[in-house]
């Protein structure tokens, strides 16, 4: 089964806007990453947050956690065409040595 | 550093074919893995090592057996092919167990007849 769920499926906007995706989370987890996948290419990695992070920031990208809620987010700032790609998040559970994927969310930014 | 690679690139099996698919990395890491993604289904785990000589199951491993006979290769086989496995495959590898971000190869895209 999936750990995480991303939200949006799918999300279409301007260049120059932001991008909203958010990821929730069912179990206890060490860390969460978020992963960029271009069409037909392998997964890249982004960024990781720690459990006992609330935020963190990568040039455009950041990316929340709040573990109550088991939820994370990731904005992405003004948005360029070469954004566009699938974006991953990925939990690392307590005590598993493997990271679970989400399902994605498709980001289109038009020219 | 090539980082991840991963062979071949397209295969085309009829059921029952058996086929392996090989992976290999160069980072040294201990950790490796085998993903399978469908259409809106993001990446399951099929198979994961440790390290050389260890294996691991993970959410979907019927109908593939893993080998990791050198810590640098981590190969994924298909015995007897079925038209469900039908999917891209990528393998990952890590440098440790926690706080470490996974390299992805570029996938392997198999289609089962």
């Known amino acids: 089964s999936q750990q995480g769920e991303e939200d949006p499926q799918a999300l279409s906007i301007q260049e120059g806007e932001n991008a909203t995706m958010n990821c929730s989370y069912k179990t206890s987890i060490n860390n969460l990453q978020w992963y960029r996948q271009n069409s037909g290419r392998g997964l890249v990695h982004l960024i990781l947050i720690r459990s006992n992070e609330r935020e963190k920031h990568s040039g455009r990208l950041r990316v929340t956690l709040d573990t109550s809620k088991k939820s994370s987010s990731l904005l992405i700032t003004a948005s360029r065409a070469a954004d566009t790609a699938s974006y991953f998040c990925a939990t690392e559970e307590t005590g598993r040595r493997a990271l679970t994927f989400g399902s994605g969310t498709r980001l289109q930014v038009q020219p | 550093n090539a980082g991840v690679t991963q062979t071949p690139k397209f295969r085309v099996l009829k059921t029952g074919q058996s086929m392996t698919l090989l992976c290999a990395q160069d980072m040294n890491h201990e950790y490796m893995y085998w993903y399978r993604q469908d259409p809106g289904m993001g990446l399951r785990l099929i198979h994961y090592?440790?390290?050389?000589?260890?294996?691991a199951k993970g959410e979907v491993p019927d109908g593939y057996n893993v080998s990791r006979l050198k810590k640098q290769n981590f190969l994924l086989g298909l015995e007897s092919a079925a038209p469900s496995q039908t999917s891209v495959y990528f393998c990952?590898?890590?440098?440790?167990?926690?706080?470490?971000?996974?390299?992805f190869g570029p996938g392997t895209r198999l289609t089962v007849l």
């Open positions: 090592s440790v390290g050389e000589g260890t294996t």
């Open positions: 990952a590898s890590r440098s440790g167990p926690s706080y470490n971000e996974q390299f």
